[in-house]
């Protein structure tokens, strides 16, 4: 893959690069969020030359800034991002806000938004499509796949991106965040706790001895992450959320092989299968407790086909430490009584019945 995205941080040709539906700057796609911060003077390009192994992850955790790294060893002309939500000022800029409110007005902005969710929108192209690859063209060693930390036991393809997936039984969709270290050209483990929604989905796919098709988007809006992020009651639907937080329709297309939609304007889509019955140890990982943590019993995923923007732009974060993004993140879902480990259900389901309640006092717009 070559990459003249990095060279000048905006699309080498626009209007190969920003169809209809991405204006640029717009914080509705990753690449207009990079675009927003680097007009802002926000952004910090990390030119010199960048290791995947530690390196990439030693530096995102050092700083507060989003980073773009430009230069990095055995993957020229490709980029990572990260920090996009490192500080809550970074919050307010990826939800498309004023800087330097307080963080109670924030909040309060953010609450208005969250009672009216906006309904997805399915259209029929998006940049992503630029790129495919099928079967034994899939080779996601060709991603600049970071190995973030020296207590991990190797490279993580998902620390920041989304799982799509749907009720085997109902077809209803979830969108989670679900870590996945890299196993190989084509494989990866999922690593979920028992209760998630993306585990119920596996449990009802083996109980019918059949695989669970899955979709990845790396590289998405920062909405569409807080709200996969976010505990949204079992059936509900996190695009809805997003379109919420950014009162504005998350634009989506179909997936090619699998039955399942992801943003038109992702950086990076694998479409893929959840083998039924297999598990695989994911870890050691140094994960958001500041402790590594191995999950003996991941779900093993194979990649089936990879979509790619021009020149993409890989997403991912390196945790573990006070402050990181990812404590940003959960601390504001929090304060929004959006956060759940899934690990006390009496308390998940009465969140779930307040939250179904007051979200379904207000209608989607179209
Ligand atoms: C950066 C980040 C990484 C996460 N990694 C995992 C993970 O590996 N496994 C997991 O079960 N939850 C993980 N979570 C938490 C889930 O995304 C969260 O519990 C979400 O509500 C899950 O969606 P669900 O309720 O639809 O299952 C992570 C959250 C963030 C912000």
Redesign the pocket.
């Known amino acids: 893959m070559t990459n003249t995205f990095c060279e000048n941080g905006r699309a080498s040709s626009g209007a190969t690069h920003l169809p209809s539906q991405e204006t640029p700057g717009e914080v509705t796609s990753l690449r207009g969020l990079i675009e927003s911060l680097s007009d802002a003077g926000r952004l910090v390009r990390v030119s010199e030359l960048t290791h995947w192994r530690f390196d990439l992850g030693r530096i995102t955790r050092e700083s507060k800034t989003p980073l773009l790294f430009e230069n990095i060893a055995d993957y020229p002309g490709q980029c990572v991002f990260t920090n996009g939500l490192r500080t809550i000022d970074l919050i307010r800029l990826a939800l498309g806000m004023e800087s330097g409110t307080s963080r109670d007005d924030l909040i309060a902005e953010l609450r208005q938004r969250i009672a009216r969710p906006v309904r997805p929108r399915v259209v029929e192209t998006g940049p992503v499509l630029e790129n495919i690859l099928q079967g034994s063209a899939v080779n996601l060693l060709t991603l600049p796949v970071p190995q973030w930390n020296e207590n991990d036991c190797g490279r993580y393809l998902g620390?920041?991106h989304i799982n799509v997936t749907k009720d085997p039984e109902t077809g209803q969709r979830?969108?989670?965040?679900?870590?996945m270290q890299l196993l190989g050209p084509n494989q990866a483990t999922v690593?979920?706790?028992p209760?998630?929604?993306?585990?119920q989905h596996v449990a009802k796919a083996e109980k019918a001895g059949r695989a669970l098709p899955m979709a990845v988007a790396i590289g998405v809006s920062e909405a569409v992450?807080m709200s996969?992020?976010?505990?949204?009651p079992?059936g509900m639907d996190?695009y809805e959320l997003a379109g919420g937080l950014l009162q504005k329709a998350v634009e989506l297309i179909e997936c090619q092989t699998v039955n399942l939609e992801v943003p038109a304007n992702s950086e990076i889509v694998i479409e893929g299968l959840i083998h039924p019955g297999v598990r695989v140890q994911d870890g050691p990982y140094f994960d958001?407790t500041g402790t590594t943590n191995t999950n003996p019993a991941a779900f093993l995923f194979e990649a089936t086909q990879i979509m790619f923007r021009n020149n993409p732009i890989f997403r991912g974060?390196s945790?573990g430490i006070p402050g990181a993004e990812?404590h940003q993140?959960?601390a504001i879902l929090a304060e929004l009584s959006l956060?759940?480990?899934?690990r006390s259900s009496v308390k998940k389901h009465i969140q779930d019945m307040v939250l179904k309640q007051r979200l379904l006092r207000w209608t989607s717009t179209d």
């Open positions: 620390t920041w979830n969108v989670g965040v679900y870590r690593s979920t706790a209760e998630s929604h993306l585990a992450i996969a992020a976010a505990a949204y079992y996190e958001y974060t945790i990812d993140l959960l956060l759940d480990f899934h």
